[in-house]
């Protein structure tokens, strides 16, 4: 995953990037890895614990969201960890982050956005 760097237009979603896959609008395309592909393997419900992991939620917490144990819950982060690729809960949820802000989707929204 290549990391961005801004130049010194404030507006960093304006600004000018260096790095390989920079889009029109200065963010680097973070979908090359096939993040989005692999995204959209993610069921319904591993979906929205990957969304509420993003959120910064803990397994208790998402647990509680989705009406699932805590063990439920954490099958299916490991799961979300296995079928993106990633290898940390902070990964998923940045790669994830990442993902929606490039197709300006908002994370805070309490609804799923539609892949």
Same mark, same amino acid.
């Given at each position: 995953?290549?990391? =961005? ?8 979603? @304006? /600004?000018?990037?260096?790095? @390989?896959? #920079? /889009? ?13 592909? +692999? ?9 929205? =614990?990957?969304?509420?992991? !993003? +959120?910064?939620?803990? &397994?208790?917490?998402? #647990?509680? !969201?989705?009406? &699932?144990?805590? #063990?439920?819950?954490? !099958? ?5 960890? @296995? ?18 802000? +490039?197709? @300006? ?11």
């Amino acid at each position: 995953m290549s990391l =961005t760097t801004w130049t010194t237009d404030p507006v960093p979603s @304006r /600004g000018t990037t260096s790095g @390989r896959g #920079a /889009g029109a609008d200065g963010i680097t395309d973070f979908d090359d890895d096939g993040f989005g592909r +692999r995204l959209a393997t993610l069921s319904p419900t591993q979906r929205r =614990t990957l969304h509420l992991l !993003a +959120r910064g939620l803990q &397994n208790k917490q998402i #647990a509680y !969201a989705c009406s &699932n144990s805590e #063990a439920t819950t954490k !099958a299916h982060v490991t799961e979300v960890l @296995r079928k993106t690729g990633a290898t940390s809960r902070v990964e998923a949820a940045v790669k994830y982050a990442l993902y929606l802000e +490039r197709r @300006r989707i908002p994370l805070q929204s309490d609804a799923l956005p539609a892949l």
